[in-house]
């Protein structure tokens, strides 16, 4: 077997074989013998029709099945033998008709990992941001508990609507056209002024507004407005403000504190800071993830396969989806002002990806079963499912190997932060202001 290697692209190879004429002819005289035991001709037994009668009959017939079988028995070997690993189903672009006496040529192009040397990651530097929960930040918790478990209470008296206040409002808005749309026509909505839960200009123009008041304004609203419908657009709304309700907040005592399942204020407080510390800390460690991961990036440039980018694309456009949906949004479309983003974040996942793969090759990072055991027990756990049940759902085809490189990948940034060069730093103001 001889074997011929082409570089179409950084990405892309072509791979082309040629076989001797004795295994084409041993391959072909196989092929043969089947199709004689199989055949049935009038005038003759089962399996003992002529050579030269099926020959002629069938002939083409197993000059293609000999060509079929001789692709798919060599290739595999040929791509080994190179040590080519292919990210695509090898594509046959060329390949020769069988001839007795003559070599058999096919070639095929396919996508490969490109080759790349891998830069330096045994001590990476990286900033830890060290932050110590303070007793403001637990009061400010305890703030926001205050506000979800907040009650509203109908005002009697007249007066004008204020920022805190809840306002029962229905409303109805219509396009310059005058058409309308479902998403723009509500009744009985409940909202909380000051939080800008619909627009700014919608809120301004209810406050200082009484109850049974009627008020007609107009929104328009910006090209990335979460209603498609409304995006770019100048509604006209009509909005009757039917109740005005007080916002009254729960006292900060123990009885308060039983509600989140602790007996005490100050275990209350206790609990608080303990999740807050935990919280810091899973951000510190993401921080210096994301920070390994962009050295990476940075000193590791080569080009993404494009059957990998394109999948990769597609994924965080169903996600993408998926999730503004669950925030409302019933079919959101993607623009082309918006593919240019997914593409690049597409292929610095698909480069992270074939990165942190190279390093576990190369550092011979492994996941055994007892890991993924453990896993999907402490991932049963947490959702409160029996364990039997949540092994059975990993043991579908891909389940498990996508959790196994999810570990695996997992490892691998966990070896890199130890040998990380980790610098501890104070949070900056902006980033304190905007937790």
Partial sequence: MKINIEDIDSTRKKIR?????????????????????????KGFRKGKVPRHVVESMYGKEVD?????????ETLSEALAERSLLPVTRPDITEMDEVKVGEEFTYSAEFEVIPDFELSDYSSIPVKKVVRQVMEKDIDAEI????????QSRLIEEDRPAKDGDYVFVDYSGTFEDGETIDDLNRQDVKFLLGEEQISPEFEENLLGKKAGEEVEFSVSYPEDFLIQEAAGKTVSFTVKVKEIHDRVLPEVNDDFAKDFDVESVSELQDAIKEQLERMHENEQ?????EQIVDSLL???QFDVPPSMLEKEEESLKARFVSDMQRGGVPEPEIGEDVMPKFTEKAAE??????????????????????????????LA?????????????????????????????????????????VEEVEPESEQIDKE
Avoid: C
Avoid at 64 to 72: C, D, G, I, P, R
Avoid at 285 to 289: D, E, G
């Fill in 381 to 421: 756990a947490s959702y409160n499912l029996p364990p039997d049940q949540v092994h059975k759902a990993y043991e579908q085809p891909g389940t498990m190997e996508h959790l196994e490189s999810q570990i695996k990948t997992q490892g691998v940034l966990d070896l890199l932060l130890e040998q990380a060069q």
């Fill in 64 to 72: 293609q099945e000999t060509a079929s079988n001789l692709v798919s």
């Fill in 349 to 378: 996942s698909v480069r992270t990806s074939i990165i942190l793969a190279r390093i576990a090759q190369k550092e011979n990072v492994r996941v055994t079963r007892k890991q993924l055991n453990e896993h999907i027990d402490r």
């Fill in 285 to 289: 460690l993401s921080s210096m993830r």
């Fill in 298 to 300: 940075s000193g590791n």
């Fill in 143 to 150: 703030e926001k508990l205050r506000e979800r478990a907040a």
């Fill in 17 to 41: 074989v040629s076989l001797s004429s004795d295994q084409v002819e041993e391959k072909r005289k196989s092929v043969f013998r089947d199709v004689m035991g199989g055949v049935s001709v």
